[in-house]
C-alpha cells in the first residue's frame, strides 16, 4: 500500500473545514492548522456584538468535525509562512512538513494605512472583537447614565455611534444597534434618547454592491426610517478616540466607531512563497494553485482568483466552499499522477447576495433555498430566506436549535438578554 500523502490546510475556517471533510474521505493524510481551537461563523459575529446570540451558538470546537476521521489531525498554531523550497509550513511552534499545501487563513479587517483609525475604531473579524464591542455598547450607555455627569458634549460623544462601511456587515450591525436601543430605552430611564444616534458611513454613492440599485435603495430606506443616519459619499480621514474627522472637514464626536470598511488578507501570506496584491491576497492560477507552485493551493479570502472576472471574487463563504472542492479534486488528481497543467479549472458559480437589514427587513438577489429558482426579494419574505440559509450552514444540532429559538424569541418580543458586561468599566 501506497504511503499516505500529507495535506496540510491552513486556517479552519469554511474553506478549511470543507476541504478537510471532503479530503478525510480519502487515502490522505491531513493536518488542520489554526490559531483558535473553533471554526467560527463570521456571517453572525454581528449578532454577538449586539447581544443577540450567545458565543457558542457561532462557534464550534474544530476537533468536533472530525472526531470519527482518524485522519485528520488538528494543530492549534498560528502560521507564520511557508518555504516552499523546503515544503514545510513554519508556525509559532515549528515546523510542519507537507506533500500539499492549502492556504485557507481567511481575512483581516483592512484599515488602509490609517493607524490611528487602526488604534481606536472597532472592528468586526474575530470573535474576540465581537465581544469586546458588545461590552463596549453597553458600557456607552453606562456611562451615558451617570448621574454626575454634566458635560453634555461628553455625555453626547457616548451617545453617538457610527460604522463605517456599506456592505453587509455594516448595515447588518447599523440596524442591529438600533434595535439594540429600542431595548436599552426601556430600561435607561434617564437619558434622552433624542440625544442617541447611530451613524452610517459609506464613501461610495450606494450601499450593498452586490446587489441590484432598487435594492440598495430599498436598503437605506429602512435604515433611515428606524432611525439611522445614512450617509453616502462620505469618508473618513481620522479619528482619535473621540472626534471622528471626514474628508471635506466635518466631524463627529464620538467614543464608538465600528470599522467595516474591507478586508485584507493575514500577514504571514506574504511569507508564502508566491505574489501577493495589494490587499495581500496571495495570487492563484486557474486551478488554485498559488502562481509558481506545484503543490501550494490557496482558496477564499486569501487568495486573488481573477480570470474570467474583472476584479478578484468576493470575500464570502460559498466562494471559499466551492473553491475547497475544486482544491479537493485537483490534490487527488495530482497524488494519482498528473501534472499541474492537467488540472481542472475552478469555475465559480455565483449564489447571488443576501443581506438582513432589521427584524422582518433583509434583501436578497439569488437563488431561493431548496428551490433554486431566482429571485429578487425584500423585506419579510427576503427575512425568512435569509434564516434558512444562515440555520442550514451553522454547525451543530445545539446551534441550529438555539439559534432558531432565540431569532424566533427576538422577531417576537424584542429581547437582547446577552447583554452581559464581563471588563471592567472605565
Not at 492563484?284 to 501550494?296: F, M, P, Q
Request: aromatic share 8%.
Amino acid at each position: 500500500m501506497a504511503e499516505q500523502k500529507h495535506v496540510v490546510i491552513v486556517g479552519a475556517g469554511f474553506g478549511g473545514v470543507c476541504l478537510a471533510k471532503e479530503l478525510a474521505k480519502e487515502n490522505v493524510r491531513i493536518t488542520l492548522v489554526d490559531r483558535h481551537n473553533y471554526h467560527l461563523f463570521q456571517p453572525l459575529l454581528y449578532q454577538v456584538a449586539t447581544a443577540v446570540l450567545a458565543v457558542p451558538e457561532i462557534a464550534y470546537p474544530t476537533r468536533a468535525f472530525f472526531k470519527h476521521n482518524k485522519n485528520v489531525e488538528f494543530q492549534l498554531a498560528s502560521a507564520e509562512g511557508v518555504d516552499q523550497e523546503r515544503k514545510v509550513l513554519l508556525t509559532n511552534h515549528g515546523e510542519i512538513a507537507y506533500d500539499y499545501l492549502v492556504l485557507a487563513a481567511g481575512a483581516t479587517t483592512n484599515f488602509f494605512g490609517n493607524e490611528s483609525v487602526a488604534q481606536n475604531s472597532y472592528p468586526m473579524k474575530s470573535l474576540q472583537e465581537a465581544i469586546a464591542l458588545r461590552s463596549h455598547l453597553v458600557h456607552e450607555f453606562e456611562r451615558a447614565a451617570r448621574v454626575n455627569e454634566t458635560d453634555d458634549d461628553e455625555r453626547q460623544r457616548h451617545l453617538n455611534f457610527v460604522i463605517v462601511g456599506g456592505g453587509a456587515t455594516g448595515i447588518e450591525l447599523a440596524g442591529a444597534i438600533i434595535e439594540l436601543i429600542d431595548v436599552f430605552k426601556k430600561e435607561y430611564h434617564s437619558l434622552d434618547f433624542s440625544r442617541v444616534h447611530v451613524i452610517l458611513l459609506e464613501a461610495m454613492g450606494s450601499v450593498l454592491p452586490m446587489v441590484p440599485p432598487d435594492l440598495q435603495q430599498k436598503t437605506i430606506d429602512v435604515l433611515r426610517k428606524k432611525g439611522v443616519d445614512v450617509r453616502l459619499n462620505t469618508a473618513v480621514t481620522d479619528y482619535d478616540g473621540s472626534t471622528l474627522s471626514l474628508k471635506g472637514g466635518d466631524v463627529i464626536p464620538t467614543k464608538t466607531v465600528i470599522w467595516a470598511a474591507g478586508v485584507r488578507a493575514q500577514d504571514f501570506i506574504k511569507d508564502c512563497g508566491g505574489e501577493v496584491d495589494r490587499a495581500g491576497r496571495i495570487i492563484v492560477e486557474e486551478n488554485l494553485l498559488v502562481r509558481g507552485s506545484d503543490c501550494v493551493f490557496a482558496i477564499g479570502d486569501c487568495a486573488n482568483f481573477q480570470h474570467g472576472t474583472e476584479r478578484p471574487l468576493p470575500t464570502v463563504a460559498p466562494v471559499a466552499t466551492q473553491e475547497a472542492l475544486q482544491v479537493g479534486r485537483n490534490i487527488m488528481a495530482l497524488i494519482h499522477g498528473k501534472k499541474p497543467e492537467e488540472l481542472g479549472r475552478f469555475v465559480y458559480q455565483d449564489l447571488g447576495a443576501m443581506a438582513t437589514i432589521a427584524r422582518g427587513e433583509a434583501v436578497m438577489n439569488g437563488p431561493i433555498p431548496v428551490i433554486g429558482i431566482n429571485m429578487k426579494a425584500s423585506g419579510f419574505i427576503a427575512w425568512t430566506a435569509w434564516m434558512f440559509v444562515h440555520l442550514m450552514r451553522l454547525a451543530g444540532k445545539y446551534a441550529n436549535f438555539t439559534v432558531m429559538m432565540k431569532w424566533i424569541w427576538n422577531y417576537i418580543l424584542g429581547k437582547r438578554l446577552a447583554r452581559i458586561i464581563l471588563t471592567k468599566m472605565e
